[in-house]
């Protein structure tokens, strides 16, 4: 083995050292001829003071064995605020008291999904007489959620102007968006949380306090979302560090001490790595977390109720939350618990925490009311979009050849059947329990005065307020007055319209529209999804093109929709040839061609910028053709370590 392999070998397993003293490796030098390897312990620029105060203030309370990474350079005041002890701690007995939950929940959603695919069947509506034949409703919500007919949308608070924009907007609610609309890169979590926390607070200069902004929808990550930057321990404040953990610290020291030295000493420490890499990672899975790293959603979750919490029930102002890609009433069964369990740690009374839930999924749109039932304290209804819950068939369904997706932009919007279906189903179990039924996000960017522009997103809000549905949501605040100029006579929401009219069949929900793949629509959903995946490498979750805000939800539809078209061999309508990796591949090449074009949508003035852009279309390519269809392509880039490198680069 050379030794560049056996350096990115020893990466590999240094990437799950999750110890205080992780190393990872760099190249040093710029031509490839003289390229060497050499590694550094990534504590080198952190402020070790800083660091060091909160392990030893997390040890006078008792808390000796969570691991939290230290702050991004120029993120120390943010971190100092967000992760005190008493936080650090809050957080991680959230996690050691859900964590076997969580991991019983993905393992459902893994034994469903092969149940589907062994079976063949779909789903199905199942009767419970709890949920069906009993007259209940959810509890009533307060005064500043009754009238949620706007929202604005993918407000991802890390983008701290775009943020305090939405503050000052007269809309009723922002989506603060720790989901699909952002990136979590360390820095971006650190960012967001804080300004949360500042929002909140009153801390924002010409920024209102709480109680006169809109309310903050929190959103944070969903289930299939990790955050490798803390792990606590089995414990969460057992006295010391395991006997073979330490081991495992000092070969990791001894390591990081030998890769200093000259170049055959080097070697010697990969030769060391190489050895004992298995005992290692066995010696950290059976010692730190059960080897384990925190929810995404319990972190963001934990940090934003234990600061946040206090002040926002103070001011009538929340704890409010927008709760992503639930799958099954058992998941809003687990929300619930941790809903329950938050306050009473925190001492806030029982039902103060709302919590509208995402209808995301597919399987998801035939539980809805076990949903809402089993968020019935804590419930502000339902909502309803588009391109994740049109992706959520490919990722259930793929495989089958009688449920390809025909070609989005042509012939997939909500005045489908089984759009329509679904939609009308959501507004009739809601308001059936008193529950705010809620519609997607207008994605449009109004460029211009153009009124073709403005009429059409104002055809489209009107039928769902037609059909219904008590708001919605726009991403542009130039949209704001002119959605405004329909929605806001009457009255502050719908919920008496019991759209008793509606008997929606399981037929109804499954019926895959008729249609084709146009040439266009494949080249959009390869450019979509390239973009995306450029823009979570430069640490960005959204970016605007071609007149629409594209984030997770549209890069999940445009990666789904290609890597069906190719496994089953579609056919281009407009000239009858045959989608294949050959033809994908000639288009992202076609694609890299033209970045000139694509100057004004994302940075390509450097060698730096092109090769990022050429990385990411290496990426979306593997993504499309895997053998397996990943499940989520925001799980796929956070588990990457080009990802984890990009982070560096753009810290």
Known sequence: MDMAAAARRLNIIQNHL????????????????????????????????????????????????????????????????????????????????????????????????????????????THDPEVH???????????????????????????????VEALCCPVNGIQTDFD?????????????????????????????????????????????????????????????????????????????????????????????????????????????????????????????????????????SGPFFYLSKLEGANEARLWNKIFCWTQDKLSIPQGTIKACVLIENILASFEMEKILYELREHSLGLNCGIWDYSASFVNKFGHRKDFILPDRNKYVNMQRHFLR??????????????????????????????????????????????????????????????????????????????????????????????????????????EVGILFIDSWLRGQGHYIYKGAVEDSATAEISRSQVWQWIRHQATLEDNGKVITRKLVQSLIEDFLGSTESLSEVIPLSSVQDKERLKTAAEIFEEVVTKRDFPEFLTTYLNLDHTFLKYQKLYA
């Open 133 to 163: 034949d009993k007259d209940w409703m959810v509890a009533p919500v307060p005064n500043r959620v009754i009238d949620r007919r706007l929202d604005l949308g993918d407000v991802s608070p890390a983008n701290t102007e775009k943020f």
């Open 421 to 526: 279906s679904y939609m009308d189903l959501v507004i009739h179990v809601c308001h059936k329990h008193g529950a705010h039924a809620t519609g997607g996000m207008a994605a449009t960017i109004l460029e211009s005065r153009d009124l073709n522009i403005v009429t059409k997103v104002s055809e489209a809000k009107m039928r769902e307020m037609l059909a219904g549905v008590d708001g919605f949501m726009v991403y542009d605040t130039r949209l704001i007055p002119v959605v405004q100029r329909f929605m806001m006579y009457g009255a502050a929401n719908q919920i008496d319209r019991k759209r008793d009219d509606v008997n929606v069949r399981a037929w109804d929900l499954l019926q895959v529209p008729s249609g084709g793949v146009t040439l266009a629509g494949l080249k959009h959903n390869i």
């Open 18 to 125: 999750r110890f205080s003293t992780k190393s990872t490796h760099i190249r040093n030098g710029g031509k490839p001829e003289s390229q060497r390897w050499i590694l550094f312990n990534s504590t080198a620029n952190r402020d070790d003071g800083l660091w060091s105060k909160l392990l030893s203030e997390l040890t006078e309370i008792g808390v000796t064995d969570v691991e939290v990474e230290p702050p991004p350079k120029n993120m120390e005041k943010e971190y100092i605020t967000l992760f005190t002890p008493e936080a650090v701690k809050f957080v991680a007995q959230l996690v050691k008291h859900f964590n076997n939950d969580v991991d019983l929940m993905l393992k459902e959603r893994i034994r469903r999904k092969a149940h589907l695919d062994i079976t063949g069947e779909v789903p199905a509506f």
């Open 180 to 316: 699909d609309g952002h990136c979590p890169t360390w820095q971006g979590q650190l960012r967001g949380l804080y300004n949360v926390y500042r929002a909140v607070h009153g801390l924002i200069p010409n920024v209102p306090e709480i109680s006169k902004v809109p309310v903050l929808m929190l959103r944070p990550r969903a289930w299939n979302m990790i955050e490798h930057n803390m792990l606590p321990g089995k414990d969460c404040g057992s006295s010391s560090t395991p006997k073979r953990a330490r081991k495992a610290i000092n070969l990791e020291i001894k390591l990081q001490v030998l890769a200093r030295d000259e170049r055959g000493e080097s070697t010697a420490a990969i030769k060391l790595s190489m050895q004992h890499s298995e005992c290692t990672l066995r010696t950290i899975r059976e010692n730190a977390v059960d080897g384990k790293e925190v929810p995404g959603p319990l972190l963001d979750f934990g940090l934003l109720m234990f600061h946040c919490a206090s002040r926002l029930v103070a001011t009538e």
